[in-house]
């Protein structure tokens, strides 16, 4: 159960997204400033966004509910189908439903 | 596999850095698939914990999108943990288990520090809030 995703791998992961959109604002601010997104666009330069630790723990946790609930969801099929090796017919089994709830 | 190739393209305008915090990230993600494997008492393809590494990469990369767009929304600076909420509240379950888990980290948190408290009476208000509105 201690396996799960370190916080500030997340936090990097995070800040790197954050960065990329903040220059794809800035890209698009160039061509056209009369966006409907002023309001984000306004707040970008002065202040990044930033997210608090138990944020981050938090995604964390919901990262490892994701994989852990795939691996279930794969191994209940797998079982079903008598096997002890989940394969990737599997996955394709319980994708569509798996990426609806969440 | 067509969305990696895609992203593949993408990462290339990005530093290495990218790439090396996808290649981290990518690790924690097979490991922990593989040790909820044999928790099931099962085995587990390569290719699909490869594929579910990737996914949950993607979803990564969402969740941050998302967190930014609510927080901001609120007119934060920074995203908390209802936030996080607030991005799985179409699930009832994720949402509830994600709360316990939230008031579990809250429970530990008084005690080590005092201004820590009152952010997280905050927090405390807030969440509840999310939660009457689902």
């Known amino acids: 159960m201690e396996n799960t995703f370190d916080p500030e791998l997340i936090r990097a992961i995070f800040k790197l997204v954050w960065s990329r959109r903040a220059l794809e604002r800035e890209r698009n601010e160039g061509t056209e400033n009369l966006d409907g997104e002023v309001g984000a666009g306004t707040s970008k330069k002065s202040r990044p966004t930033t997210a608090n630790a138990n944020a981050l723990k938090l995604s ?43 | 596999m067509e969305g990696s190739r895609e992203s593949d393209l993408e990462k290339e305008e990005d530093d290495d850095a990218t790439e090396l915090l996808r290649d981290r990230f990518r690790h924690s993600a097979i490991s922990l698939a593989e040790s909820e494997a044999k928790r ?34 609120a007119g934060r600076k920074s995203a908390n943990m209802e936030d996080v909420i607030l991005f799985a509240h179409r699930n009832e379950h994720l949402a509830a288990s994600l709360r316990s888990f939230c008031n579990e980290l809250k429970g530990k948190e008084p ?17 509840s809030n999310v939660l009457d509105l689902s």
């Open chain 2, 40 to 73: 099931n008492g099962m085995e587990i393809s390569q290719p699909v914990m490869v594929c579910i590494a990737d996914l949950a990469f993607k979803f990564t990369e969402q969740l941050a999108k998302d967190l930014e767009l609510f927080s901001q929304h």
């Open chain 2, 111 to 127: 005690q080590t520090e005092r201004k820590r408290k009152k952010d997280s009476r905050k927090d405390d208000k807030a969440t």
């Open chain 1, 60 to 102: 964390s946790e919901l990262l490892r509910l994701f994989i852990t609930e795939a691996v279930q969801r794969t191994a209940t099929i797998a079982e079903a189908e008598g096997v002890y090796k989940i394969e990737t017919t599997h996955l394709e089994r319980i994708l569509p439903q798996l990426l609806l709830d969440f």
